[in-house]
């Protein structure tokens, strides 16, 4: 799966006894009602945030994972996780304008001569 968003905020690497290593990342979805997401990146993962600042948009490749927890009275709770392994930049939509804005600038052109061969066959007299 992929979210796609703004960076909010970059976390510090959390290291714990086991040698475990994470560091999380939020975005904040770019819809009708923007959501922030935590992300988790692990392991090896943790170094994906390294080219990523805060302010930046980006696509984030994700696993969501479920763990099931019995507490010692006896009493089952589910928790989720969003575990990512991928991160690429998305860049402003500013440049695909300017390189649809040529097509555009050739199409008028190209249906401005059709439409007049057209509206010729089409005249009644």
Known sequence: MELQGTVKKISEVQSFASGFQKREMVIL??????????????QDKINLLDSVKEGENVKVGINIRGREWVSPQGETKYFNSIT?????????????????????????????????EEEDDDLPF
Not at 101 to 108: E, F, G, M, N, V
């Open 29 to 42: 979805t770019q819809e009708q009602y923007p959501q922030p997401i935590n992300i988790e990146f692990l």
């Open 84 to 116: 990512g392994w991928r991160i690429e930049k998305v860049f402003d939509n500013g440049a695909e304008p300017t390189q649809a804005a040529p097509s555009q600038s050739a199409s008028p052109a190209a249906s401005n001569a059709n439409p007049f």
